[in-house]
């Protein structure tokens, strides 16, 4: 079957789907999107996290054919996710994004290292993850910055106890999670710090 | 396709004044992967493709023992889509493969030993298809008896698990169903049990814990025209697969070229092969790019575990609290194939007396085949079954004794000097005293942290959490400490070495170092030191990290704790060579202009020769224009000795780890569930060469072994030696609500031997985090509790 989609704000039309496949598939092996993991195809894992229609869901437990005409966004389109949410003032429907337009005229940005990614424009989620050390394997990353990254967008103050119902979804095996902790703290502290100052 | 080169660059710019090289060892530097793995752009061995690759299937075995009678290919041969389906037959030569023992088969021929075994492979240009065609093959048994335990393997008509043997322990073991022994006497256990005024026998049983992390086994192998092949994989030893996959393709090691992709954590898990020959063999076959990749139920069957183990102790102490003997047994289940099991019984034998100083012991570890999944690598490997058990008898002890659990251990805490039941001395610093003291100093956490100003409980602070099963009614608190010991490095008289190749160049005016080393980055930063290292010894901001590959010497396995002393020193070494170099080509250019270059000590700091003094001479770009330097080096750490198979005497270890814990628990005792308030942890890391990484490593080893104590099991049925629970569904690891705040409190006492003084940190605390739990709870809940992991059933008395 032919799906028709929005992924990061850009429509996609994936050919020869099988009604089988899910979501993730769909988006690792036929739309060369591979930022969203799976380490586990049965929705306990959270490495899979993308935002349908704005809500965190696990990739693998979607079928491919439930998001027709539906917009998803993953990993690969956070940061731009979160500059049209800070440029329009909040995007609680999650139908912010790149527009068709903006996605037509995307090219890559002078000054970006295309090797190391250095240069590159990240969320704060994403710039919070690596200076506070929550990385390290980095293969449940993709999933949990989704997941904090919407979080922080409905609770921006969030307590300790917020982060961790919030991230219990998402599995880590090398962290033991207190950096990702720190990571969510220090992401709610620059964006309240930001706030203060606009 | 393959890992990208990573550039990095780390503070300001280096101006003409600057004499200090920033982002060097000390410092908490940032991971030069961080920007690809938080933008999904790091490419996992998952994420690769290439152009009209197939995927990999295999079918596995559904019976733990069995002797094949047939295997039916034609109808998932004749499905639309596939490209082949091969069985042993179709092996292109070497049937086994192994890192310590050539035991296990690529394919099952003659019988399976095991359940979960691969048996047959499928190509096809869907995964679905090739899962389906693998689904199509038919495979006839015919049952064997089943060896799970030491009495059925040891019983006196015990079938054989392998037949004929003939390996380097097959000759001394007492019975062809055991893998190693390994015993270790000192002193006279017997005579000193006669000053004992206290005597305490205990028996333990650890579960079998899963790596879980969280990458699946995966990979891509490319035929190569020149008969070879490329393979981009996830491992923890490039070299060592390298060894174990080209005998099996009937390659010479050359034309198997090997690079490292992304690894989504690995912890003893990737020591050994997983699809690396079977992606191999297909490729070669079809003639075509073959990707496999595990899902999670398929990831528990595709590596070995930590071994599951019965531990039989014997401690006795005087009034006064002084450990006078120690008698222990400890059995290791290594499964169907040997894995590095010889080497978990070195381990667990060695130090099995713990961080303590006992002159008398008696000590005998063995490792068993059995038709139980094959177990082997893990962090603490060995250890930390041994510190489970050896930590809840000193709290017996203590308690018999009436002494505080710390004050007892403090009493018998080993130090530097201290001799090892091995008859090695420690000889570097031991701060066990020193640590327990840390952890027991640190404030406790607030009691009843569940009540809030005014409103219910907030029951996510409570055992049971969001479940809301308990506000507070029949919650106890507990607390409770242990301490472990470990080796770091690889021990018993192997060659341990690693391997680094440094260039130093000129590249637009600025000196840029790149390192070079087949170390397998699996997580835990290996790539942000070496950047590190080299900006401290070459005085350049620049430094270039190549990819993992097998175009360069061996770095030694991303395991025991070794890679920061290992392929740290080696390129510590590399860079002290080049710097040498770089310092003669300014001797012999610029010498004759300032006197300092004969007699002063020089140093390359901030891209300029500097003196010990601070003056600098010139920059490295002038020293070097168009020159560039390059060097590669292997370096090892002191021999070590191999235990005697008699006496267990030898300088067996090189070196030695230690961490404290001290956990709070809260657990609802009507239900029995549990709740880890704090788990503190303190540790002597030698020098923190990163502290970020350091505290990160500390935390994520203390939360496996938190799984170890209150949850993680793979359950074997002991009727039929099949595996019940391979899924993340029932096999559980800790969430972020079951890990509690985990404060870190590290020394560095260096050791006079290690690079900078390191010391390995990854596994110390994995070893002493369980330990510590279970006597929380004990404390908590008054019950003596010798199995890991403690389930509901086990506190409520419903098991």
Redesign the interface.
């Known amino acids: 079957m032919r799906v028709n989609f929005t992924v990061n704000g850009r429509r996609q039309e994936a050919d020869d789907v099988w009604e089988g496949e899910s979501l993730l598939y769909v988006l690792r092996e036929r739309l060369g999107l591979p930022g969203s993991k799976n380490a586990c195809e049965q929705g306990e894992c959270g490495s899979c996290t993308v935002r349908l229609d704005g809500v965190p869901v696990c990739s693998c437990l979607v079928a491919a054919g439930q998001v027709e005409g539906r917009d998803v966004v993953t990993v690969e389109g956070l940061a731009e996710y979160a500059k049209q949410r800070e440029e329009h003032g909040g995007c609680a429907s999650g139908a912010c994004g790149t527009s068709l337009d903006a996605a037509k005229k995307w090219e890559a940005k002078p000054g970006q290292d295309s090797q190391t990614g250095e240069g590159v424009e990240l969320a704060p989620i994403q710039q919070a993850f690596i200076d506070a050390g929550a990385v390290q394997c980095g293969f449940c990353t993709p999933g949990l910055l989704v997941a904090a990254d919407e979080m922080l967008e409905r609770n921006p103050s969030p307590t300790d106890a917020d982060i961790r119902e919030a991230l219990s979804g998402n599995l880590c095996r090398c962290t033991g999670y207190e950096k990702i902790l720190d990571a969510v703290r220090l992401a709610a502290a620059r964006q309240e710090r930001q706030g203060e100052a606009v | 396709m393959a890992q ?6 780390v503070g300001t710019p280096t101006e003409v004044t600057q004499n200090h090289t920033k982002g060097g060892v000390g410092e ?1 530097t ?15 061995s ?2 690769m ?1 290439h152009e009209d690759m197939l995927w990999g299937q295999i079918l596995r075995s559904t019976v733990a023992h069995a002797e094949i009678v047939s295997i039916d290919t034609s109808e998932a041969l004749s499905m639309d889509g596939v490209y082949a389906v091969l069985t042993h037959e179709d092996l292109p030569a070497a049937k086994n493969y192994g890192m310590e023992f050539q035991d296990t088969p690529v394919l099952a021929y003659g019988k399976v030993r095991h359940h979960g075994e691969p048996v047959a492979l499928v190509a096809a240009d ?1 995964p ?1 298809t090739a899962r389906r065609a693998a689904a199509k093959i038919k495979i006839e048994y015919k049952e064997l008896p089943l060896i799970t335990d030491e009495a059925s393997a040891l019983a006196p008509d015990a079938i054989l698990v392998h037949e004929n043997r003939d390996d380097h322990h097959s000759g001394h073991v007492p019975h062809p169903n055991i893998v190693h022994r390994q015993p270790i006497f000192r002193g006279n256990a017997d005579e000193a049990a006669k000053k004992a005024d206290v005597i305490v026998k205990g028996e333990y049983t650890f579960g079998m814990q899963d ?6 086994e995966s990979g891509l192998a490319v035929p190569a025209e020149d008969g070879g092949v490329d393979l981009y994989v996830a491992t923890q030893w490039l070299h060592s697969d390298l060894k174990q996959i080209a005998p099996c393709l009937g390659l010479p090691e050359e034309k198997v070229r090997m690079t490292m992709a ?6 003893g898990g990737r020591e050994d092969i997983s699809m690396q020959i079977l992606a191999s063999v297909l490729a070669l076959r079809t003639g075509k790019p073959v990707k496999m ?1 595990y ?2 139920y398929e990831s528990f069957f595709g590596h070995v575990h930590r071994h599951p183990a019965k531990l039989y102790y014997e401690h006795g102490a005087t009034k006064d609290g002084k450990l006078t003997h120690m008698k222990c047994k400890i059995v290791l289940d290594g499964g169907a194939y040997a894995s590095s099991t010889a080497s978990v019984v070195g381990n667990a034998a060695s130090l099995s007396v713990g961080p303590y100083v006992i002159d008398d012991v008696e000590i005998e570890a063995v490792g068993l085949y059995t038709n139980n999944p094959p177990c082997g690598a893990m962090r603490g490997f060995g250890a930390v079954q041994a510190c489970f058990a050896y930590e809840a008898q000193m709290d017996k002890l203590a308690a018999r004794l009436d002494m505080d659990p710390v004050e007892f251990r403090q009493i018998n805490a080993m130090e530097q000097g201290t001799i090892m039941p091995t008859g090695q001395p420690v000889d570097s610093p031991a701060p066990v005293a020193e640590l327990l003291r840390r952890v027991k100093a640190r404030p406790m956490p607030p009691e009843r942290q569940w009540e809030t100003a005014g409103e219910g409980p ?1 029951v ?2 409570l055992p049971g959490g ?1 479940s809301n099963t308990s506000h507070g009614e029949g919650v106890v608190r507990g607390v409770g400490y242990a301490v472990g010991i470990k080796n770091v490095g690889f021990s018993e008289g192997f060659d341990d070495y690693s391997t680094a190749k440094i260039r130093m160049e000129v590249i637009n005016g600025e000196p840029v170092a790149t390192v070079h080393t087949a170390m397998a980055e ?4 290996g790539v942000t030191i070496h950047a590190q290292i080299a900006r401290t010894e070459l005085g350049v901001q620049q430094v270039t990290i190549h990819p993992a590959d097998t175009q360069v010497g061996s770095a030694g396995s991303t395991s025991a704790g070794r890679q920061t002393y290992m392929t740290g020193g080696a390129i510590k070494n590399s860079c002290e060579i080049v710097r040498e170099k770089v310092l003669e080509i300014g001797r012999r250019k610029f010498g004759s202009y300032h006197p300092a270059w004969a007699t002063a000590e020089l140093l390359l700091e901030g891209g300029k020769v500097v003196t010990d003094g601070g003056e600098a001479l010139a920059t490295i770009a002038d020293v070097l224009e168009d020159q560039a330097v390059e060097v590669e080096e292997e370096w090892r750490h002191r021999p070590t000795q191999a235990f005697d198979l008699v006496t267990g005497q030898g300088n067996g270890h090189v070196q030695y780890a230690f961490a404290a814990h001290r956990a709070v628990v809260e657990v609802d005792t009507e239900l029995g569930l549990v709740k880890v308030i704090e788990l503190a942890c303190a540790q002597d890391v030698g020098k923190a060469v990163n502290p ?2 350091v ?2 490593q500390i ?6 072994g938190l799984g170890v104590a209150v949850m993680e099991e793979i359950i074997v049925d002991p009727k039929t030696a099949k595996v019940k629970n391979p ?3 029932d096999y559980l ?5 079951d ?1 509690p ?2 404060p870190v409190d590290y020394l560095e006492l260096a050791d006079p031997n290690a690079p900078y003084g390191v010391r390995g940190i990854g596994e110390a605390p994995t070893l002493s985090s369980t330990p510590a739990v279970l006597a929380a709870i004990r404390n908590a809940t008054g019950l003596e509790l010798n199995k890991t992991p403690v389930r509901p059933e086990a506190l409520t008395g419903t098991l």
Do not use: C, M
């Not at chain 2, 699996?522 to 930063?525: A, C, D, H, K």
């Not at chain 2, 935390?699 to 496996?704: C, D, I, L, N």
């Not at chain 2, 690891?733 to 609500?737: A, C, D, E, S």
């Open positions: 990208n080169t990573r550039t990095v660059p908490s940032l991971r030069p992967d961080g920007t690809l793995k938080v933008t999904g752009e790091f490419a996992y998952s994420d493709w869907h679905e790596q879980a992390f969280l990458g699946p992304g690894v989504g954590g690995a912890f990749v899902n999670r907030d996510r602070a969001l699996v997580g835990q930063g970020l990484s505290v990160g935390q994520g080893g203390t939360t496996q899924s993340f569904t690891i800790p969430t972020i609500l890990t705040t985990i």
